[in-house]
């Protein structure tokens, strides 16, 4: 597949990275040109410098032969005019843009994305990305990390195993003697900072980092198993009140469960913004690391705090500040990948990275096969995918123990007439299920040739 992607910042970089390992024709355009130079001195990319709106440099980027264009500039609007060039002058079959601009996104004006309007074929908007992974990190106190799949039926728990974890040291093949009704399967180990595809005489030790794929309805037993609680927050205090900390309190607010937020905003423009859009939420105006504003915020009886402001080493120094006054749970937003390693030092719960949610979200329209969804694991570590098996697919009409799955790659999850089923190696395949596989990086290329149908990638 001939793919341009215009803009090399942190997440134009990460798809190209994605892309060209799995021998896609990649082409990166940005105006910067260190950032090309860095894309071309790191992967196997072809760099154009250049404006990506501008249609000689789509031309010379190789636009009238290209099969997708993802436009993922800083700029919204040289997004929307780049998709727009590319449809018009060069006729790409598909087209991808990232836009920031909540007013782009206000559902009474999505009529402006039609083909005789503005042809953009899929809008991703990392604000909202964001806000959703935020809000389910909220929801889930106990674990680190967690994506829903399967329309919500299933979810991907990531858990932190402590010594209070009461399987450690036990084979996972007895796990699933011990707890044959539950519907949860560990798919991913983490352990000195290597994630691996464990095998069922794998044991579990204290200070590994798991993934576990369970059914919905037994989320709770599963982290009653590994030692976690699932009691729901009461009361959340939001650090940053842009559009990500606004997304996150207006969800709150309509929730049936009531929650208790507030909401810490250091300019006051954005204060009153927030304050003028919420309805039950109190805005306090001022500087989320200050202790006093903290503990009127109520940060002693907080079920969690989410720092999601514009600066890394804010929302580092408001979480542990938080922890330290009594917060149960505190939540980073973090953009520099490097500064990840810090979390667990620093006691902060869990993170949630823009990049990674804003990648996943793209590779979702770009996976070869009936995919529905891809969830990326880490720093692009892994993948988690979600598809439906059709006809021409090579594991159609097959038992799981016939599929010659790679070896870091393991089926997490089947769903037959909406049913989920934890898989074995008993169970079909067939036409029409949608199953659910957690893939190491370096597998995911031959995840999608067993997905991939014959006639086209789409």
């Known amino acids: 597949m001939k793919v341009i992607i ?8 990460q798809i190209a990275r994605h892309l060209s390992g799995e021998n896609n024709d990649v082409t990166l355009v940005d105006n910067n040109p260190a950032l090309v130079r860095r894309a071309t001195d790191t992967l196997d990319v072809r760099g154009i410098t250049g404006f990506a709106s501008h249609p000689d440099v789509l031309d010379t980027a190789g636009a009238r032969d290209a099969d997708m264009i993802i436009a993922a500039t800083f700029s919204d609007e040289v997004n929307m005019v780049t998709c727009q060039v590319a449809h018009s002058v060069f006729s790409v079959p598909r087209k991808i843009a990232r836009l920031r601009s909540q007013s ?16 953009i074929d899929v809008v991703i908007s990392p604000e909202r990305e964001v806000a959703e992974a935020a809000l389910r990190r909220i929801g889930s106190p106990s674990t680190f990390d967690t994506e829903n799949f399967l329309s919500g039926d299933a979810q991907m728990l990531g858990i932190a195993l402590s010594s209070e974890c009461p399987v450690l ?36 030790f204290e200070g590994d980092q798991i993934y576990v794929f369970t059914h919905a309805q037994d989320a709770e037993r599963t982290l009653e198993i590994f030692g976690k609680t699932a009691k729901p927050p009461e009361r959340v205090i939001v650090i940053g009140g842009g559009n990500v900390g606004l997304t996150v309190a207006r969800t709150l607010e309509r929730r049936q469960q009531r929650v208790r937020s507030r909401v810490i905003e250091a300019r006051r423009d954005r204060a009153e913004i ?24 109520g940060v002693e009886r907080s079920d969690a705090v989410l720092c999601v ?14 922890k ?37 979200s793209i590779l979702r329209h770009i996976r070869h096969g009936r995919v529905r969804g891809v969830y990326s694991i880490g720093d692009a570590e892994a993948e988690v995918i979600e598809a439906q098996v059709l006809s021409t697919s090579s594991i159609a009409g097959k038992a799981v123990r016939e599929i010659d799955f790679p070896e870091g790659a393991i089926l997490a999850a089947v769903q037959k007439g909406g049913k989920v089923l934890r898989p074995t190696g008993s169970t079909r395949i067939e036409e029409g299920d949608s199953i659910v596989i957690f893939a190491l990086a370096a597998d995911v290329p031959a995840v999608e040739m067993l997905l991939q149908v014959s006639i086209d990638f789409f």
């Not at 215009?6 to 970089?13: D, E, K, L, P, R």
């Open 6 to 13: 215009c803009g090399a910042g942190q997440v134009g970089w």
């Open 104 to 119: 782009y996104l206000d559902a009474i004006y999505s009529d402006l994305y039609r083909r005789d309007h503005l042809p």
């Open 169 to 204: 040291n036990t084979p996972l093949k007895q796990l699933s003697e011990l707890f044959s009704t539950l519907r949860a399967i560990v798919v991913g180990v983490r352990r000195d900072g290597t994630l691996f595809v464990p095998e069922p005489g794998d044991q579990l």
């Open 274 to 297: 927030a304050a003028d859009a919420l309805e039950r939420t109190i805005v306090l105006h001022g500087d989320g690391l200050n202790m006093e504003l903290l503990k009127e915020a």
């Open 309 to 322: 402001t514009d600066d890394d080493k804010t929302n580092l120094l408001a979480s542990v500040r938080a």
């Open 324 to 360: 330290s006054a009594g917060a149960r749970m505190a939540i980073a937003l973090v953009n520099d990948p490097t500064l990840v390693p810090l979390m667990e030092p620093l006691s902060i719960d869990a993170y949630i990275n823009p990049r990674a949610t804003t990648v996943s």
